[in-house]
């Protein structure tokens, strides 16, 4: 077997210069780096990974002890704690399995004391916590225990169980069963004795003549213990605390009785009800995951306690109108997008619950442009996208207000962040619209380019500065600049820096205007008109100039060929609106996704609202489609399917969160952003014709029609008479 002093000499460098290359440390140059690598792959040597884990440092991980990692509530626990550590806690996470043995928990509490763990999350099967506090001696914030509480635990997290018990037992009540069956965990462990007592109780109010079967049962005996409830007359209806527990009382009704399986109520994660005669009570267990982590992270405070509320019932659709008659049809107008594409997907179901039929007529930005400008050309449509830009031009001239659609619907827009609603849905104080597809600008990369030694060290042979995420405009070019200088066609490894898109005016104006806020500029004031301020205006203008000597130059009038080039390994860094981005998450590509804030943390805002058509009549049926539209549900599915949303629900999921993990940074900051389509004191003028304006005066310069004072001047003097217009 080859070593290191084999590999060293091969590639003509020192023991020590190969030992640093192959652990990861020390200040080696890009061609030793290389040598090294293309030796130890000739001598086919692989690190020992063992040996390396035991030479890195455990003082910053953390250790998560679980019963077991295939039981649902436990392995989401684990991906939702692991996702959310791994964007923002720069030490391990290392998994422990007890399968439930006391003894075995103990022997895994010496193992991690010999350790220097910062933190231990622990599900634990042991009567008293005392055995982690003196075996860990680790101060008790730094011990977490989930869903079971050990006497004299001092920090705790669990979902809320009790809230689970009362909602479905108030459902079963309603019919009154004279027989109802539970097979759940042991009583001994927290949430188990929470879930029976919530059910007991709410029984014994709701419906006292109930018979309440208790079977408890850890899970390496449920399949046994499902079969005790068919030994004789079975339940009129079952409740499992856990899908594992739900799947073997399924298995035990079609082995074990004669008779049809009773209904199924069961605990579980996101996916919603599918099978007959089966009730899922949501219960997030990803979720607490994040909040574990958002706590280890230093985001979240806790006293003592934390208890997260259930999501509720996976079919919560607030109830609809009675259904319309067969042959109804709502047209919609609206732009080519992800949330289009997944909004397609989607529409059978809604025809399948209303009998209404969508249309979509699907058109670029400039179309859509035009026909909300002569919509009295086009009275046939009922429903409109319209983007958020020119919504507060075009609100009160194409669009029917929500509460005169219907009185309660502007109550859907407690979906949605105060600030949200103010962009896309409110002018002067009145909800026109509902947000469809609210987005922002992010930066979008390409970590394991960011994390990889040679590139890291090839940028500093370069720069004499570190690779790291661009928080500045200077750091971005300069990132862009050195991945185009050192691209290679064809190798997905030396992609280009980034691209710029040139083949419409509001796109131009959009990159440009990046830069300009980043400076701090502004197009409304409070003392003069809509303008660009010269001196940054000029400062952003030459910065746009250089960028496109540096990137790849796209003549597309949308950003979707700028987004494939990402997603096909072209590019090394992208910024982006989220909504035309959540496709690349479905690519190969999605594992090697970074994420961050734009250069300058000024984004824009983007995506747009839908409303109904002031020439529509079809008030009932547009009601129908928006309370479908904005259930919780339906919002879950748009989004997975690589749509967008800015409803809260979206960041409380996190089967969502794992797989768009961007929506993070929009959780903890939803209110940064700017699009300026209105004045201070909300006056109206036509940003979209604004941006088309800056966009022709941007192209001039690239043009080298005019210098960058020229353009400044004819944007300036142009926006004074047009943007009202």
Same mark, same amino acid.
């Given at each position: 077997m080859a070593t290191i002093k084999d590999i060293a000499k091969l590639a003509g460098v020192s023991h020590g210069t190969a030992s640093n290359v192959l652990n990861g440390r020390g200040n080696v140059s890009v061609e030793k780096i290389e040598a090294v690598k293309q030796a130890a792959q000739q001598m086919g040597y692989q690190i020992n990974a063992q040996a390396q884990s035991l030479r890195a *440092?455990? *003082?910053? %991980?953390? #250790?998560?002890? $679980?019963p077991d990692i295939n039981s649902e509530q436990y392995h989401q626990l684990y991906r939702g704690l692991q996702q959310s550590l791994r964007s923002s806690f720069p030490g391990d996470l290392d998994l422990y399995v007890t399968n439930d043995l006391p003894s075995a928990e103990r022997d895994i509490l010496?193992? $991690? /004391? /010999?350790? *220097?763990?910062?933190?231990?999350v622990t599900v634990s099967c042991l009567a008293d916590s005392e055995s982690y506090y003196q075996t860990l001696r680790l101060p008790a914030e730094q011990i977490l225990f989930v869903y079971r509480h050990p006497a004299q635990a001092k920090v705790t997290f669990n979902l809320n169980f009790c809230q689970a018990g009362q909602a479905i037992a108030s459902e079963i009540a309603r019919e009154q069963p004279t027989h109802v069956g539970v097979l759940c965990e042991p009583l001994a462990y927290t949430n188990g004795q929470c879930f029976v007592e919530a059910l007991k109780d709410t029984l014994a109010q709701l419906s006292p003549s109930t018979q309440l079967t208790v079977i408890p049962s850890p899970a390496s005996e449920c399949h046994t213990a499902a079969f005790a409830f068919f030994a004789g007359q079975p339940p009129q209806v079952l409740i499992a605390q856990d899908s594992e527990k739900a799947r073997c009382l399924t298995q035990a009704a079609y082995l074990g009785s004669a008779a049809p399986c009773p209904p199924i109520w069961q605990l579980s994660d996101n996916e919603p009800a599918v099978l007959a005669n089966q009730y899922h009570y949501q219960m997030d267990y990803a979720r607490l %995951?994040? =909040? !574990? +982590?958002? @706590? !280890?992270? %230093? $985001? +979240?405070?806790? /006293?003592? =306690? $934390?208890i997260l509320d259930s999501r509720g019932f996976a079919l919560d659709v607030q109830p609809m109108p009675a259904v319309s008659e067969q042959g109804e049809t709502l047209n919609m107008l609206i732009l080519p997008s992800p949330s289009t594409d997944a909004l397609k997907k989607l529409l059978p179901h809604f025809y399948r619950q209303t009998g209404i039929k969508v249309n979509l007529a699907v058109y670029p930005y400039d179309e859509v442009f035009e026909i909300l400008s002569n919509l009295h050309l086009h009275p046939y449509y009922d429903l409109l996208r319209i983007d958020m830009a020119c919504l507060p031009w075009f609100a009160a001239k194409a669009l029917t207000p929500l509460a005169e659609i219907a009185p309660e619907l502007p109550e859907l827009l407690e979906n949605f962040s105060a600030e949200v609603g103010h962009h896309f849905s409110q002018i002067d104080g009145k #909800?026109? +619209?509902?947000? &469809?597809? /609210? *987005?922002?600008?992010?930066? &979008? @990369?390409?970590r394991d380019l960011f994390e990889d030694p040679t590139v890291k060290r090839m940028f500093y042979e370069k720069s004499g500065k570190e690779l790291k995420i661009p928080t500045? &405009? #200077?750091e971005f070019d300069d990132i862009t600049a050195f991945f185009t200088a050192t691209h290679q066609s064809g190798n997905p490894q030396r992609p280009i820096g980034s691209s710029t898109t040139l083949g419409s005016s509001g796109l131009i104006a959009t990159e440009y205007l990046l830069r300009y806020y980043a400076l701090g500029g502004r197009l409304v004031h409070q003392d003069k008109p809509v303008q660009l301020e010269a001196t940054l205006a000029i400062e952003a203008l030459r910065q746009y100039q250089q960028q496109l000597t540096v990137t790849t130059n796209l003549n597309s009038e949308w950003w979707n060929a700028a987004v494939a080039q990402f997603e096909q390994g072209q590019l090394a860094m992208l910024i982006m609106y989220m909504n035309l981005f959540n496709d690349v998450a479905h690519s190969p590509l999605s594992p090697a996704i970074g994420y961050a804030p734009v250069p300058g943390n000024m984004p824009q805002m983007g995506g747009g609202s839908l409303g109904m058509s002031r020439f529509s009549d079809k008030k009932a049926q547009v009601e129908q489609f928006f309370r479908w539209l904005y259930s919780a549900e339906i919002t879950e599915h748009l989004v997975l399917l690589g749509g967008n949303s800015a409803h809260r629900s979206i960041y409380q999921n996190q089967r969502i969160l794992h797989l768009y993990p961007w929506f993070n940074l929009l959780r903890d900051n939803p209110s940064i952003g700017i699009r300026e389509s209105r004045g201070l004191q909300g006056e109206l003028f036509n940003l979209r014709h604004a941006e088309i304006i800056i966009g022709q005066g941007v192209t001039n310069v690239v043009n080298k029609i005019m210098d960058p004072q020229q353009a400044i001047d004819y944007i300036n003097q142009r926006l004074l008479s047009e943007a009202h217009a």
């Open positions: *440092s455990k *003082s910053s %991980g953390v #250790a998560l002890i $679980l010496q193992t $991690l /004391a /010999a350790k *220097s763990y910062q933190t231990i %995951g994040l =909040e !574990i +982590a958002r @706590y !280890i992270c %230093g $985001l +979240a405070t806790l /006293a003592d =306690e $934390l #909800a026109y +619209a509902l947000p &469809f597809d /609210a *987005s922002t600008q992010l930066l &979008f @990369y390409r500045s &405009f #200077a």
